[in-house]
């Protein structure tokens, strides 16, 4: 199984539209993270929740709108998509936010803005 | 922000040869890891390195940390086709409590 999916894995829309993005990981994590991987490869966090509650918010436009039902799901929905959105998401999870505990991603989904 | 930046961007070698991967930071850290990202896939941990260590192996990887020149790297040994990937180090710092990620090594492990 998974311990951390997302879906969809690919996601082809238009300007102007709205869509969502969903995470679930299945190791009992506190803390879920959203990254936006760039088409240089440059990773870089978008928010964090800890407990369904928002930890870190990176000076993301707030078209950008996460949602925790529980700390088992973090999902991304964003609104009125730009070309500029276009990238890899990456959700990942760690056991907490401690600074020893490593985090799991996962697969990615891929964005494409036309 | 205060990424971690990899040196160098892309890195080519024979298989059986070692692969050096350097990291820069810019802040006091609390630990660093290092993370493998095969093409299309997410990434996946590798090794961390505390602060307060110099050297950490875990099988043909080896870090290292310098934290006065703010600086690790990561060698790989005896490479293997199967190591070609992207690999980036991810300081954690401790203004901001979080991981940092740069743009990553791109690896390529000729056969």
């Known amino acids: 199984d998974t311990a951390v999916s997302q879906t969809p894995k690919y996601l082809v829309t238009q300007m102007g539209n709205d869509k969502s993005i969903k995470c679930e990981q299945n190791l009992g994590h506190d803390t879920m993270y959203w990254y936006k991987q760039d088409s240089k490869k440059f990773l870089k966090i978008m928010f964090s929740?800890?407990?369904?509650?928002?930890?870190i918010n990176e000076t993301v436009p707030n078209r950008f709108s996460p949602k925790s039902p529980d700390k088992a799901h973090l999902n991304l929905h964003i609104n009125s998509l730009e070309l500029g959105d276009s990238a890899v998401y990456f959700c990942?999870?760690?056991?907490?936010?401690?600074?020893?505990?490593?985090?799991?991603f996962g697969a990615g989904t891929r964005l494409s803005v036309l | 922000s205060q990424q971690g930046e990899e040196d160098p961007q892309a890195l080519s070698i024979q298989e059986g040869e070692n692969a050096t991967m350097n990291c820069s930071y810019k802040t006091s850290i609390n630990n660093l890891q290092w993370y493998r990202q095969n093409s299309g896939r997410g990434l996946v941990h590798l090794i961390l390195i505390r602060s307060n260590e110099r050297e950490k192996h875990s099988g043909r990887l080896r870090v290292t940390l310098d934290t006065s020149k703010k600086s690790s790297s990561l060698l790989i040994t005896a490479s293997r086709a199967a190591d070609t990937a992207s690999y980036f180090c991810a300081p954690f710092i401790n203004a901001g409590n979080m991981l940092t990620f740069g743009g990553g090594t791109r690896l390529m492990v000729k056969p």
């Open positions: 990942a999870s760690s056991q907490d936010l401690l600074a020893k505990n490593i985090q799991y």
């Open positions: 929740y800890n407990n369904k509650e928002l930890i």
